[in-house]
């Protein structure tokens, strides 16, 4: 049945069928071949049990807050105000694309959105002030990937409830790897430019008045933020109540920037509808399998196949580690990650790992799939926002990134302690 | 006239998806009320149910609409090593296999409504919902993503068949998430 399902999920996905139809195929094709009972009976059930959900409805509203915050004009202020605070390390105006996608992700909860806002913004900025393409570009796609570490995170609200673990814990445990990764691409980049100092830009330093002027433009975030993360942490509230929340924090922001229009809220309010119909098809796909997998008993066969291997559990996620890294070429992050729950997270838990660990090493890997070519959606989405140069600048600026990440995903094995110190602080 | 289908298709599901966004909002507006009512200590009740119905009646009912905007994410690596002709086939035999099973979950999600109906069933909570009420609407949400996902296969077929193969990238080609989300 494993092989069954590995070879089926590669071949399909090939042949570029949806990835969501993809997980239904699959599901049907093990209620036919290894189920003694017809499944396909519970499907309507299943999309129903699935869909109806008070957890998810916090996806549309994560969505939709960061469409708010990205057509209402918010990112300018933000990359500018950190330009102001950050430029004067080694590197310039790269540490500010590091610095505004952090910001982002904290409020926003996708990757890709974090990524195209700051490359739109950042992107006019580097040409004019004679920046080397590469790091510049490379330090945009990668900072664009912690949107989905730093909370509040889509992916982890779907691993969340996919593995039924808990939310806020998720959440709690994204909080210190992310923010750890943000301070290493930092370093990272202060090093690089101070090797050589011709791949950044000049380095600048500014009044501070200006300095102080310039946080104005942050504090309306930084306060969303702690809205959105305090009010689930002090238990106000369950993860789709503060992304209520945040919604209407985003507006008041837009509006107070003087960015909310008719047109701007058609927009934002489609380009949610959109994105969240993508991730549920994905997500109920997933579901169907789930249940299939489990009812025609892929637990026990699992076991089994585990012990035929005898891998220590250290071995077992190292081995983990580098499928992901293969698979990464090839697929993108919720769809890496929602086919490969099923299967491995019952595996690696039965090996003794925590849930909600597990949750954060799998983040820090599909970040990196990410950026890895040649399908690394941010790596596109940079170029995409480029006038000039070729895709590999990107993705050689990206690669000092993503050897950083790899290193986060080494600690994480060897430190568990870097995600799990917080959730058990405040249980 | 396949295109002019597509056309027509795609604006329906924009003012469907409009209406979607809408209650989405309404549903964000609803839970923030409720919030800020329990802090002077009462309370509607029943947040996270109509939460709950407000997003499966969003995804049933936005599906079509990002079919159609080419939402729906594809691992195109093999598809992009050909030429036009190629990916049209790609696109088409994509667009069949995807109808099929969008068909089958629109069938398999009758029973759930119809048994709702015969047994009168209301949810078991407070606001003891009759599920039909939110069931044949989330119903008629699948039934409309397989009659636009059949719609919109016969068109790719029937330009395939008239040799303008090329035309149908437009609306059954692979996704372009960043020209949506800047």
């Known amino acids: 049945m494993i092989g069954y399902v590995s070879v089926g999920l590669l071949g399909l996905l090939a042949l570029s069928i949806p990835v969501g139809i993809v997980l239904f195929l699959l599901g049907f094709g093990i209620d036919t071949f290894f189920s003694s009972f017809p499944l396909t009976r519970g499907l309507g059930n299943m999309v129903w049990s699935s869909s109806n959900s008070a957890t998810l409805i916090a996806i549309p509203f994560f969505v939709l807050l960061g469409e708010i915050l990205v057509r209402s004009g918010v990112a300018t202020r933000t990359y500018a105000a950190l330009d102001r605070w950050v430029s004067w390390l080694p590197g310039g105006l790269i540490h500010a694309n590091v610095a505004t996608a952090t910001m982002f992700s904290a409020t926003s909860g996708s990757s890709v959105a974090t990524a195209a806002t700051v490359a739109t913004v950042a992107m006019p900025q580097a040409e004019k002030l004679g920046y080397d393409p590469k790091l510049f570009s490379g330090a945009i796609a990668a900072g664009g990937t912690l949107g989905i570490m730093i909370p509040p995170s889509i992916n982890l609200i779907v691993y969340g409830f996919l593995t039924q673990s808990s939310i806020p814990q998720l959440f709690l445990a994204g909080l210190v790897p992310g923010l750890a990764l943000a301070l290493a691409f930092l370093a990272v980049t202060a090093i690089i430019c101070t090797i050589r100092p011709e791949l950044g830009g000049q380095r600048r330093t500014f009044p501070f008045p200006q300095m102080l002027r310039a946080l104005i433009d942050l504090i309306p975030i930084i306060i969303l933020f702690g809205l959105i993360v305090g009010s689930i942490y002090r238990g106000w509230a369950t993860p789709t109540e503060a992304a209520a929340v945040g919604v209407a924090g985003a507006f008041i922001i837009a509006l107070a920037f003087g960015g909310v229009s008719w047109d701007m809220l058609i927009q934002s309010l489609t380009g949610t509808v959109k994105i969240t119909s993508m991730i549920m098809l994905i997500v109920i796909g997933a579901s169907f399998l789930n249940f299939t997998l489990a009812s025609a008993g892929l637990g026990r066969e699992l076991t089994e196949f585990m012990n035929g291997l005898g891998l220590t559990p250290l071995k077992t996620i190292l081995v983990v580690v580098v499928l992901y890294i293969v698979l990464g070429f090839f697929i993108e992050t919720l769809s890496l990650m929602v086919v490969t729950i099923p299967i491995i997270v019952p595996l690696v838990v039965a090996q003794g790992y925590d849930v909600i660990w597990f949750g954060i090493l799998m983040i820090v890997l599909i970040e990196m799939a990410l950026i890895t070519p040649p399908v690394g959606l941010n790596l596109y989405v940079v170029q995409g926002a480029r006038n000039s140069g070729s895709l590999n600048e990107v993705m050689l600026g990206a690669l000092p990134y993503c050897l950083t990440m790899l290193g986060m995903a080494f600690l994480l094995i060897a430190f568990p302690q870097i995600a799990l110190w917080l959730p058990q602080l405040l249980q | ?182």
Request: proline share 2%; charged share 15%; glycine share 6%.
């Open chain 2, 1 to 182: 006239m396949e295109l002019k289908m597509i056309e027509t298709l795609r604006r329906i599901n924009r003012i469907v998806a409009l209406l979607v966004g809408f209650g989405l909002l309404a549903c964000a507006a609803f839970i923030l009320a409720d919030i800020i009512m329990r802090q002077v200590g009462t309370s509607f009740g029943g947040t996270e149910e109509i939460a709950g119905y407000t997003m499966a009646l969003a995804t049933s009912w936005g599906m079509a609409f990002t079919l159609l905007e080419l939402g729906h994410v594809r691992i195109d690596l093999l598809r992009t090593k050909f030429q036009t002709f190629g990916r049209a086939l790609f696109d088409v035999f994509s667009m069949v296999v995807m109808s099929a099973v969008i068909v089958t979950i629109a069938i398999k999600a009758w029973p759930v409504v119809e048994r709702s109906i015969t047994n009168s069933s209301r949810a078991n909570t407070p606001l003891e919902t009759p599920l039909a009420l939110v069931q044949l609407p989330w119903f008629a949400g699948w039934v409309w993503f397989a009659v636009v996902s059949c719609l919109t296969t016969l068109a790719a077929l029937g330009l395939l068949l008239k040799r303008r193969h090329e035309e149908t990238e437009n609306f059954v080609g692979a996704f372009a998430e960043q020209d949506t989300l800047q």
